[in-house]
């Protein structure tokens, strides 16, 4: 995991490689679908990569560019954010964009049975 004042590692997915990618890497992925007419996309793009959450890298995708990933992860607003880790699906992650909730929701995502990717 990202040390505790690195700022953590980011990509850029889209519908061509977001499976391939995800199902290759070790560790934890915050894939995050935002907008760039989303204000609160905007403020997450900004803030999450200052954050230290306990993930090995954030994953972007552009909502507007990859409606494939869009409807197969049922996106429905945005910012919306999913978990990853070493190539298993742990499903949405409900919380505000602060450390102390999104960590709290990352555990207990991580808590629940994974499942493969949509």
């Known amino acids: 995991m990202t040390g505790i004042n690195a700022q953590l590692p980011q990509v850029t997915l889209s519908d061509f490689d977001i499976d391939q990618r995800l199902l ?4 934890t992925s915050l894939l995050i679908f935002t907008s760039i007419g989303c204000a609160s996309c905007r403020f997450a793009k900004r803030e ?3 954050l230290r959450l306990p993930v ?3 994953c972007w995708i552009d909502a507007e560019e990859n409606g494939g990933a869009v409807q ?3 996106v429905f607003q945005l910012p919306a954010l999913f978990v990853v880790r070493d190539g298993e699906f742990f499903g949405a992650v409900q919380a505000r964009l602060t450390m102390v909730e999104l960590a709290s929701a990352l555990a207990l995502a991580l808590q629940q049975p994974a499942d493969e990717l949509p």
Request: hydrophobic share 40%; glycine share 8%; proline share 15%.
């Open 24 to 27: 290759a890497w070790p560790g």
């Open 72 to 74: 197969r992860y049922q």
């Open 56 to 58: 090995d890298r954030l």
């Open 48 to 50: 999450l990569p200052l």
